[in-house]
């Protein structure tokens, strides 16, 4: 039973390079969070996947950022062109979903965090 | 929209001893969870506590517990026997019940327990 785990652990990069994030959810968890937190602040919420299909992506900051799931499990965040304000840590969490009758997915509830990935943009 | 608030950035308890962390939220949803989780030093989001509102019990696990006041719309952790591996940051997060993808975290409380 391995928790979240993410990758890198830490990341130093030059402005205006492209990173990757990578997640791997716990085995079987359908829903995926992507955070980002700032140095002393909480968590800002970025994307959710449910499934491979991401409903809400209204907490990306700006069109650098995308991400993408495949095969209901790893997900890479990726941040092109980056900037200094883009110094962080990304938290990715996961959780299981349950689809009820009406179609709706909920999930129970419990978010699952991995590690995160301190990125620094020199 | 939902939004969390936390109105001690930082606090401090000698070891042993009784401290409560406040939260408030703002919400127009009946059907919601709120949370909350600590993070110590090395990053990882542990989920210390959770309430669901349709509840009026207040939540207990070990040595901490919740007072959930929901017309006030309030959740305050109270943690008892303070132990110096309490020293986090605590932050309370709120869930929306119908939308779970809605998930909103406070700035956070910095907790310190002195030996």
């Known amino acids: 039973g391995a928790g979240v785990s993410q990758s890198p652990s830490n990341k130093v990069t030059e402005k205006g390079k492209d990173v990757e994030l990578r997640c791997d959810p716990i085995s079987g968890h359908t829903a995926l969070y992507w955070y980002r937190q700032r140095l002393g602040q909480g968590l800002e919420f970025l994307i959710y996947f449910q499934g491979n299909s991401a409903p809400d992506k209204s907490g990306l900051p700006s069109d650098r950022f995308s991400a993408e799931r495949t095969g209901e499990s790893v997900s890479t965040l990726t941040i092109q062109r980056t900037q200094q304000e883009d110094s962080a840590v990304y938290l990715c969490?996961?959780?299981?979903?349950?689809?009820?009758?009406?179609?709706?997915?909920?999930?129970?509830?419990?978010?699952?965090f991995g590690p995160g990935t301190r990125l620094t943009v020199l | 929209a939902q939004t969390v608030t936390q109105s001690q950035p930082e606090m401090s308890v000698q070891e042993a001893e009784t401290v409560t962390l406040s939260c408030t939220y703002d919400?127009?949803?009946?059907?919601?969870?709120l949370f909350w989780y600590k993070q110590p030093p090395s990053r990882q989001m542990i989920l210390v506590i959770r309430q669901e509102a349709y509840k009026q019990q207040n939540a207990t696990e070990n040595r901490f517990s919740v007072n959930f006041q929901k017309a006030a719309k309030s959740f305050s952790l109270k943690i008892s026997d303070s132990q110096l591996g309490d020293t986090a940051m605590y932050f309370c997060?709120?869930?929306?019940?119908?939308?779970?993808?809605?998930?909103?975290f406070g700035a956070g409380t910095r907790l310190t327990v002195k030996p």
């Open positions: 997060a709120f869930m929306n019940g119908d939308n779970n993808n809605d998930m909103r």
């Open positions: 969490a996961s959780s299981l979903s349950v689809v009820v009758a009406s179609g709706r997915a909920l999930s129970n509830n419990e978010q699952f």
């Open positions: 919400t127009s949803e009946n059907n919601y969870y």
